[in-house]
């Protein structure tokens, strides 16, 4: 698919807005009733969907070129998708996220990219990696006290996966190895790649790069079929996507589990218990890639017809990809098991959830605006009253860390795995 496959659905769009707000009968508050980051921020009308329908059509059309301006609007979407879920509620032939992508991948054909993108994009290649200053010779490191089998040289199924936040970023490392030993000591016999676990390189898909995604993922593919991989488990949102989505439409077919789902199965199963209290009011983030990106892939063949000589239609039906059903009851029900904690919820949650800012590599790229983006969500977080955030994704855990909400207040920031290993 090109940029200029996706016209008729640009000129489709009925300039409703839906894409700028949680709908209606969800709003609870003006303050929290926004759900585009990227036009909370800037504030130009470019910058939401329809906005960014329209930048493409001009740029097609050769009326708008690929400025420095342009090219931060374009890559400043971070991927989110929420305006994807609103659009459908009203607009099923519409797929804003996809054209998004679409937008951000032509723009890199042209070289219309940012500078930490280049940078990022070199350590990719180089170092297989997302994190720039980082080694592939330190990858696995984080692990190297876990006992955690080499699949490639011990029979196991089951494959742990951290991504590169986690494996690089020696703040977050200690919560992938409690995940890590939460498994173990419930019984699961767990194995890595070893010398052959690269980056996901969903990251990269979201900040356009196609053809950088496709190889990394190819690779990997061929790396868990080789190993003998039957159930894929990561600690990280980001990477639950590519597996779970982007693989699966590659043809990659093993069980991929979110830790969250992971955790609440052997809770269900009685093989982690709780013994200690852990008195705290917490509130849940909804990581976009777990949540409304977590659903699963569904193939689809089909055609885009033209029914009254007007309205557009899929035949047959095609996946709606509307955010219901992502991960959202695990995490929450692992929170309520936790003896002590009580869960209270934000304005926008589930499918509605507003991101953290670290999607679509903002948080590398576009560190100020994606810290704005982090803050509004501690806002959300204090107005609850909750002692902590708690989240499940290592990007949105680091990006809230350091954010501060309007007044210059901050929060305690958890991963939902630091307090699974506090209550055992
Ligand atoms: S992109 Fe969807 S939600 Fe946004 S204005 Fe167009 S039709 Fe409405
Ligand atoms: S995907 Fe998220 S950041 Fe991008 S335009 Fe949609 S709501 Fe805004």
Request: include cysteine; charged fraction near 25%.
């Amino acid at each position: 698919m090109a940029l200029q496959d996706l016209r008729p659905m640009m000129e489709r769009c009925s300039s409703c807005s839906g894409c700028k707000f949680i709908p209606f009968e969800k709003i609870q508050s003006v303050r929290f009733a926004e759900n585009c980051p990227s036009i909370g921020y800037y504030n130009f009308h470019t910058y939401a969907a329809r906005g960014r329908f329209q930048l493409s059509q001009s740029v097609l059309d050769g009326r708008t070129e690929l400025t420095e301006t342009v090219t931060e609007a374009i890559h400043s979407c971070t991927s989110c998708g929420l305006c994807d879920v609103t659009c459908k509620i009203t607009r099923y032939n519409l797929e804003p996220l996809a054209h998004n992508l679409e937008q951000k991948a032509y723009a890199v054909e042209k070289g219309a990219v940012l500078p930490a993108q280049k940078t990022i994009m070199e350590t990719l290649a180089k170092e297989n990696s997302m994190i720039p200053g980082t080694k592939k010779k330190n990858r696995t490191d984080w692990a190297k006290d876990l006992n955690l089998k080499d699949l490639f040289k011990e029979k196991g199924e089951i494959a742990f996966f951290a991504g590169c936040k986690y494996s690089y970023d020696e703040k977050l490392q200690k919560t992938a190895q409690d995940a890590v030993r939460i498994l173990q000591h419930a019984g699961v016999d767990l194995g890595y790649l070893g010398a052959a676990d690269n980056c996901c390189t969903g990251r990269a898909k979201q900040m356009g790069y196609f053809k950088e995604f496709d190889k990394g993922a190819n690779t990997n593919i061929k790396a868990f079929e080789k190993a003998g991989v039957k159930t894929i488990v990561t600690p990280c949102s980001d990477c639950y996507n590519s597996f779970k989505r982007q693989y699966a439409e590659l043809g990659m077919e093993v069980e991929v589990l979110h830790v969250v789902e992971y955790i609440e199965r052997l809770i269900l199963e009685g093989k982690i218990k709780f013994s200690k209290s852990v008195p705290m009011t917490v509130t849940y983030h909804d990581p976009c890639h777990l949540g409304r990106q977590g659903e699963k892939f569904e193939a689809w063949e089909g055609i885009d017809k033209k029914i009254f000589n007007q309205i557009h239609i899929y035949e047959p039906r095609k996946p709606r990809y509307n955010g219901i059903d992502g991960v959202y009851d695990a995490p929450r029900n692992i929170l309520k098991a936790i003896p002590g904690v009580n869960l209270v919820e934000m304005e926008r949650i589930r499918e509605y959830s507003w991101c953290c800012g670290a999607g679509g590599g903002c948080s590398q790229t576009l560190p100020e605006y994606s810290a704005w983006t982090a803050g509004e969500r501690i806002a959300e977080a204090n107005s609850t009253g909750a002692d902590a955030l708690v989240t499940a994704c290592p990007w949105c855990k680091d990006n809230f860390t350091d954010a501060e909400d309007e007044d210059g207040n901050k929060m305690e920031v958890l991963d939902i795995i630091d307090l699974v290993h506090k209550a055992i």
